[in-house]
């Protein structure tokens, strides 16, 4: 079912600020869900997959984001696939390794450098993008289908909300 998405903008201002953020997205992941964290180096994605672990029961030192490792599956009451593309050139590539395979997974799939891969994501796929403003400020942009279920987040992430 294809739906509307809704935009939000968030101000964070350091790194509690987005691992909260990131926990209120993570209450509003059903299964099957994918979501697309977009951002340079350094701008938040992985801290806000520790974020959303944390949402889904996973220890946040489990998520973590080593040199050469693509995917990694983390078992848990809604299962988390945590994928970084940064390592790949293309859609292609993630293909040939058997990415369409993962997406959508079982439980929550994450996404990071999300842009690399786009033929290979869902249409209805979360986007999470992320844009460093300060030396500890991010904006974090969220496009999330406008469903009920994501109106917790909403409410739980209203002080961060920067309109737009
Ligand atoms: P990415 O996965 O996008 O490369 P990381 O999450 O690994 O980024 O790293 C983000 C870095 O930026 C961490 O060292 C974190 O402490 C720092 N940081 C500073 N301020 C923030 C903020 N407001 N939100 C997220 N990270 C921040
Ligand atoms: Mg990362």
């Known amino acids: ?30 299964p099957g869900d994918v979501v697309g ?15 959303v672990g944390e949402a889904l029961g996973i220890p946040p030192d489990r998520i973590v984001s080593p040199t050469f490792t693509i995917v990694t599956e983390h078992a848990g009451p809604v299962p ?21 395979e993962l997406l959508p997974g079982d439980g929550v ?25 300060g030396d500890d400020r991010r904006e974090i942009a969220v496009a999330a289908p406008d469903l009920p279920r994501f109106d917790d987040f909403r409410a739980r992430s209203q002080r961060f909300q920067s309109g737009g």
């Open 109 to 133: 799939c994450l996404v990071e450098w999300a842009e690399k891969i786009e033929e290979l994501l869902p249409t209805d796929c979360i986007q999470v993008t992320f844009t460093i403003s």
């Open 80 to 100: 988390l696939t945590h994928i970084d593309v940064y390592r790949l050139s293309n859609a292609r590539e993630a293909d040939e390794i058997g990415m369409r």
């Open 37 to 51: 964290l977009t951002g340079d180096l350094g701008a938040g994605k992985t801290l806000f997959c520790k974020g």
């Open 1 to 30: 079912m294809m739906c509307d998405k809704r935009h939000l903008s968030f101000s964070s201002e350091s790194p509690e600020d987005t691992l909260e953020i990131a926990r209120a997205f993570g209450g509003a992941l059903h």
